[in-house]
């Protein structure tokens, strides 16, 4: 099981605990102190429980532990690859659920607990209802393919602070060749049931896999990405020069006998498969691929629209953005139509960085400029703050060709690695500065930043809640992050208005393409031509998004829409609350309970204007 799986399945078996506010119960007679008494053990017990299973669920994911920080005797190894492990998995989620309806009595517990324990049937309905497509991932893609996660594993989460730490990367090296060949049979497996990407995506996933068994120890040339970064964290420690030697020798032979091996039988079937796959490109062309489709919306979503809706609000929205950008152009004093206007934003080079050292080095220390600046800002808008610290760091080489065009990681729980904006800096053509506002605050702060490191902070309960993730609370959060600062002042510039509203568009668009895709049967190129047409990115920002959409099928859709629910949900307090309204405070209610599916917001949104309402 990959990284992202494993870390969906630990959300998906523990959205589970209760959530951070005080229960608002009255103590003005002894009995009610005493059913509040008896409810709080019924859910303490019911935390406990959750507890439990999501510490033997981690047990079963040394990967997942390595995300944590945690480093114990699963170290050096990989996950479970297999399909039986999977099968495995899918059945423990069954059983859980089983036990918890039989295990507690929920008309016992607090508000809290009752939440957590809807969380836990909303994630169980997710897994039956998903289960009959477990298999239908693309294994091996541009986006997050095995071949990629391995190096970038080993590099950004493998710490190395001890001799043992080096073992243990050795391990996993040893272990690439099992973990790697698991993964290549799954794929082989799925592409004899017609599970496999387009033609195109073949050249992507070859060229990257070359390239990470490129250099020393497998060749004569410099040092490859995984053996440079094993030989920089030996370097770095208090260690005899024999003994760095001696762990390097055993790295180099272990990637010889395994890493290389594993990587050139990958390569062959990668190759079989691309001289026999085809140039369809959406999910309507695999197995019940329709029903499919459907159930990623809904995973990605967590509503219950269809494709015609979304695609449809996609349209109105383009149309309502396109407008709103031509009130800037006029502004601005621009003489043409706005296809004239975007022709200029992209090619115009007062809007880029040079493609030089120098440039990117530029771009980045303006992107920290950028977050420092909205930190000093957060006591307005909000009232839990992250205690996290981010940096802002460059795509690595070995994988920016195929990265998206930025990304967050969050920081680890012991704190031993801080929140990582990643810009995407292999085109500078493709990171025009107009951009840079709403790129940093939606994957910085207020965005992914701040509401992943929030909801890791949150204290009195336990870890898995903390790690829960629903990716139309998460990204509408982070669409939602850029259009905040406008309202504080931000974006002065109009130029760097219309690189907000440009990257709103681009995720209205994307209701466009991506059902179009997948359920109306366009063509690769067809979408390709929309983004063109109605956005002002670069002909090679489209094309990677195309490409990324149709390896994921319906991801691309939560952004917008979980974006517009919370204004929405913002809009109906204000109109229910009047005066009453807070800002903050309505913040908090999005963030203090972790990641929730847009319906159970919703609920949680008209509860706290309830109790504002008695107040």
């Known amino acids: 099981m990959n990284i992202k799986t494993l870390a969906a399945s630990v959300a998906a078996c523990a959205l589970l605990t209760a959530c951070t506010g005080a229960n608002e119960t009255s103590a003005n007679t002894q009995a009610t102190e005493k059913t509040a008494s008896s409810e709080q053990t019924e859910s303490q017990r019911l935390n406990n429980w959750f507890q439990e299973k999501f510490e033997q669920s981690l047990s079963r994911s040394p990967m997942f532990k390595t995300y944590l920080g945690i480093k114990d005797e699963d170290y050096g190894k990989w996950d479970d690859p297999s399909p039986a492990f999977a099968q495995k998995e899918h059945a423990i989620a069954l059983a859980d659920y089983a036990q918890r309806h039989a295990k507690f009595d929920y008309d016992k517990l607090d508000d809290a607990a009752k939440l957590s324990w809807r969380l836990a049937d909303f994630n169980y309905e997710r897994e039956v209802a998903s289960w009959q497509f477990h298999d239908y991932g693309y294994i091996f893609n541009q986006m997050f393919g095995t071949h990629a996660s391995i190096p970038a594993f080993l590099i950004n989460q493998h710490q190395i602070k001890s001799a043992d730490h080096a073992t243990a990367y050795i391990s996993r090296l040893n272990g690439v060749k099992a973990y790697l060949g698991g993964q290549t ?7 004899e049931k017609g599970i496999y990407p387009p033609k195109f995506v073949y050249a992507r996933v070859l060229d990257a896999s070359r390239n990470i068994v490129k250099g020393a120890p497998f060749d004569d040339g410099p040092d490859s990405a995984i053996f440079a970064d094993f030989k920089g964290k030996v370097d770095a420690l208090s260690l005899g020069d024999e003994e760095k030697t001696d762990l390097i020798t055993k790295a180099s032979a272990a990637m010889t006998a395994s890493v290389g091996p594993a990587y050139q039988n990958l390569i062959t079937e990668m190759e079989r498969q691309q001289s026999l796959a085809d140039d369809k490109d959406g999910a309507w062309k695999l197995p019940d691929g329709a029903a499919y489709y459907r159930d990623r ?17 996609g349209l109105s929205e383009v ?29 115009d080079p007062q809007f880029y960085y040079p493609d030089t050292d120098e440039g990117r080095a530029a771009y980045l220390a303006k992107a920290v400029s950028i977050i420092e600046t909205m930190r000093a800002r957060l006591d307005d808008i909000f009232v839990t703050k992250p205690k996290a610290e981010i940096i ?14 930025a990304f967050y990681q969050r920081p680890s729980l012991d704190g031993s690695r801080p929140g990582t904006y990643y810009a995407n800096l292999y085109r500078m053509e493709s990171m025009p500065t107009y951009q840079m506002e709403a790129l940093a605050y939606h994957e910085g702060i207020p965005g992914h930043h701040m509401q992943g490191s929030v909801a890791q902070e949150l204290e009195n309960i336990p870890m ?24 504080m002042g931000f974006y002065a510039d109009p130029y760097s208005d219309f690189g907000r509203l440009s990257m709103e568009l681009w995720r209205a668009a994307r209701l466009v393409v991506d059902t179009g895709l997948h359920d109306k049967r366009w063509t690769r190129q067809q979408a390709i031509d929309y983004l063109s047409e109605n956005t002002p990115n670069s002909l090679s920002d489209a094309t990677n998004a195309i490409e990324r959409y149709i390896v994921m099928p319906g991801q691309a859709t939560a952004y917008k829409i979980g974006m517009l629910e919370i204004l929405r949900l913002r809009q109906r307090a204000q109109e229910e609350l009047g005066d009453k309204f807070d800002l903050r405070e ?30």
Do not use: C
């Open 185 to 191: 049979a799954k794929a082989k497996t799925r592409f």
């Open 586 to 615: 309505y913040h908090d209610v999005v963030l203090a309970n972790g990641a929730v599916p847009l319906s159970v917001l919703g609920d949680l949104v008209d509860e706290w204007i309830a109790r504002k309402k008695e107040g």
């Open 297 to 313: 919306l809904a995973a990605m979503t967590t509503t219950d629209m269809s494709a015609e809706e979304i695609h449809n609000l």
């Open 392 to 405: 802002v760091k460059a795509v690595e080489p070995f994988r920016e060709a195929t990265a998206g065009k």
């Open 319 to 347: 149309a309502r953005i396109h407008d709103e950008m031509r009130t800037i152009m006029q502004a601005v004093g621009f003489d043409g139509d706005l296809q004239a206007f975007f022709t200029f934003m992209r090619e």
């Open 464 to 487: 898995f809640r903390k790690l829960g993730g629903y990716t139309a609370y998460s990204e509408g959060w982070g669409l939602y992050s850029e259009f905040i600062p406008k309202e």
